[in-house]
Each structure stands twice: as structure tokens, then as C-alpha cells.
């Protein structure tokens, strides 16, 4: 099976929209998300690149334009209260949640239970504008979505999937990635929503 992998960080404003079109593309191409949750904060510092760095007249435009592609997507969008968001354990729940599955669970199961808090959590912070840092705030979400919420964020506090959000996040700033959303199929890496295109062209070849 083809497969792609998907680096995302919920405080992506693109990684939002990405999170929901993917899924789609891939349905379409016979193709699986990988859903690779990376620390992106932690990136950026690594790379010396800083987010909050622009103008207020190119924020303006951003926002404005996030409210546009919301438009033309249908997915719903509402400018968050708490911008930029801590997101290292909305992070580690995912890999938690894919952790969770019994050890002889294929990879596509354990990741579409990866997709499906992603895409939970994205709607909290991207749709209702909750606090995705709150702990508290997790567990709703993850026993929302029919997940054990509080047996998932103790899971996410361990040390090993810890480990793994840093392994996941070293792999991402080795492979080149500087930005998200951002996309591989294969070795082949394609960077942001707008090239979602290219991701399905690049499937069906």
C-alpha cells in the first residue's frame, strides 16, 4: 500500500485544513496517512526560525486568508483565542493512541485511531477555540472521540512516548522538513496545504 507521511503540529493553521483534505486524497489514491505528530516549536528552535517573526499587515492577510480557504473547503474555522498553543501533550497523546492498540493491530488500524484524535483535536483548538493545553481539556476531547482520555494522557506522560515525540521531531528536522504541514511519499517531500495537489498527482503516478 502507498502511504504518506503526514508531519503535523496542532498549532498549525494549515496542518488544520491539511488534517481533513489528506484523508480524502489518500481514500481516493488507494493510499494511508501516516500521521506523524512533531514537536514544531522544538524545530523551529533547532533551525533558528522564528513563527511570531512577520508583519502585522502580512498576519492580517494570513488570517484572512485561513477564513477564505475555510470557505472554499467548507471545513469550519474560528481564529483562536490562544495563538501560538502549547502542543507537546496533545502530541503525545496521538502517539499514545497509536501505542494503545493491541500489539498484533496493523498499521492501519493503529493509525487511523492516530487520525481520528488528530482530527478530534484539531477541531477542539481550530473550530471551538478550546484549550489544548489544559490536561483536563485532552481528556474530554480523546473520551469524546471514544478514546480512554485519562488512560491516554497518563499514557502520554511516560517516558517512552516522550521518546518518541523527540525521535519523531529528529527524524522530521533530518529528513529536511522546516515548516508544516508538511508531506512525504517515499522520499519525494512536499511542503504545505496548497500542495495537496501535488500529493495526489504524485499518488496516482
Not at 504518506?4 to 496542518?15: E, I, L, P, R
Not at 502580512?58 to 469550519?76: N, S, V
Not at 485532552?138 to 517512552?160: M, N, R
Amino acid at each position: 500500500m502507498k502511504t504518506v507521511d503526514f508531519y503535523f503540529d496542532f498549532s498549525s493553521t494549515n496542518s488544520y485544513f491539511a488534517a481533513f483534505l489528506l484523508p480524502e486524497i489518500c481514500e481516493r489514491a488507494g493510499a494511508r496517512v501516516n500521521w506523524m505528530p512533531a514537536h514544531f516549536a522544538a524545530l523551529f528552535r533547532g533551525t533558528g526560525f522564528d513563527v511570531m517573526a512577520m508583519t502585522p499587515q502580512k498576519a492580517r492577510y494570513l488570517w484572512r486568508d485561513h477564513a477564505r480557504y475555510a470557505e472554499a473547503t467548507g471545513l469550519p474555522f474560528k481564529r483562536p483565542s490562544r495563538f501560538p498553543m502549547k502542543t507537546s501533550s496533545a502530541l503525545r497523546m496521538v502517539l499514545a493512541a497509536g501505542d494503545s492498540a493491541d500489539a498484533d493491530t496493523d498499521a492501519t488500524v493503529r493509525e487511523r485511531s492516530k487520525g481520528a484524535l488528530s482530527q478530534a483535536i484539531m477541531r477542539a483548538y481550530w473550530e471551538r477555540d478550546e484549550d489544548i493545553s489544559n490536561r483536563e481539556v485532552l481528556i474530554a476531547i480523546a473520551s469524546q472521540a471514544g478514546f480512554d482520555g485519562a488512560a491516554l494522557i497518563d499514557a502520554a506522560d511516560k517516558p517512552a512516548i516522550r521518546d518518541q515525540l523527540a525521535t519523531v521531531t529528529d527524524q522530521a528536522i533530518a529528513l529536511g522538513v522546516f515548516g508544516a504541514p508538511t508531506f512525504f511519499v517515499g522520499s519525494e517531500m512536499f511542503w504545505g496545504k496548497d500542495r495537496l495537489d501535488f500529493v495526489e498527482r504524485y499518488l496516482k503516478r
